[in-house]
């Protein structure tokens, strides 16, 4: 009987947990549930997407204890002093994680798990290094059973969703345009705009999160990481285009566009072309590989491209 993919992480996640509770439990640790609730927000589609996440929620927990043990050291009577700076540092990693980089979830973490240690802290501030060290090896502990779980049990590639989410991307973004071309002629039908561009920022959301993942379980992924990482920024700075594009429409009311720019409706169709192709170019697991060093592409295809044969005469 097949098994379903449901069914498969289900039981991975459940598998990662009892073993996590289980050593947490044996070696008498005082919170578990710690440790399981690092399985179950590990816990993604990919294998790679829940390393990424894995080792961002390791690295922003090794970050608040850093920071709150140092401000535990420096305030450990002052009370409002060390609420001032840890809301400060709060307000920090909150702007850090609306940037828009990978690293969102590690200042998301470093943000609640400082202000978890330093108000278990209180009002006896001797116990903050104990809850600093349990923290850390119950997280790595959750940490390390997905980790192994994922690996040895049913292992599941996010390359395969990478290709899947540049398409969406494509076509999204390729839609949107199309909309935003025709409002200037007052065509306000068709296409639910709003919903397009909410659904152009999750998928370019989506997309950073799956590459991220698929570069630590896929090879081919990591071989060509340069060329993913350069789509992903370009589909950035198209969505920031054509948000310049639809902001600037209240300026082109009274503007006879057809005759300060004659060539405006080639230009469009030509727009509307070339983000067509990149939508069916649009890999479905891994891009193509591109030419290698000293290779040159000519406008002809070397299958179409064919050397004049005069009769009677024998190729080169």
Not at 136 to 149: A, F, H, Q, R
Not at 184 to 205: F, S
């Amino acid at each position: 009987m097949l098994l379903s993919r449901r069914f498969k992480e289900s039981f991975k996640l459940a598998l990662a947990i009892v073993l996590a509770y289980g050593i947490a439990l044996s070696m008498n640790w005082e919170k578990p549930m710690w440790a399981a609730f690092a399985v179950a927000v590990m816990s993604l589609a990919g294998a790679g997407q829940s390393f990424h996440k894995g080792a961002m929620r390791m690295l922003g927990t090794l970050l608040a204890i850093l920071v709150s043990l140092t401000l535990l050291g420096l305030f450990p009577q002052d009370r409002w002093w060390l609420m001032l700076v840890l809301s400060a540092f709060v307000g920090l990693c909150t702007y850090m994680l609306t940037g828009g980089s990978g690293r969102s979830y590690l200042w998301q973490v470093a943000s609640f798990v400082s202000v978890i240690i330093c108000m278990e802290s209180i009002p006896q501030t001797d116990h903050g290094f104990d809850i600093a060290v349990l923290r850390t090896l119950e997280t790595g502990l959750g940490v390390l059973c997905y980790t192994l779980v994922s690996m040895l049990v049913w292992p599941v590639s996010s390359a395969g969703e990478l290709g899947a989410a540049a398409r969406a991307l494509a076509a999204t973004q390729h839609r949107l345009y199309r909309g935003y071309r025709a409002l200037p002629a007052g065509d306000t039908e068709g296409e639910n705009l709003h919903a397009l561009r909410m659904q152009q920022v999750q998928q370019i959301a989506q997309l950073g999160a799956v590459l991220a993942g698929a570069r630590s379980d896929s090879y081919a992924v990591w071989e060509l990481r340069r060329q993913w990482d350069r789509l992903a920024a370009d589909a950035q700075a198209v969505m920031e285009a054509l948000e310049r594009w639809r902001e600037s429409f209240s300026d082109l009311g009274g503007l006879d566009l057809p005759r300060l720019m004659p060539n405006i409706t080639a230009f469009g169709n030509e727009l509307d072309a070339r983000l067509g192709q990149i939508e069916r170019r649009c890999p479905s697991s891994t891009p193509p590989r591109g030419p290698g060093p000293g290779t040159r592409w000519s406008r002809a295809s070397p299958r179409t491209r064919r050397s004049p044969r005069r009769s009677g005469a024998s190729p080169a």
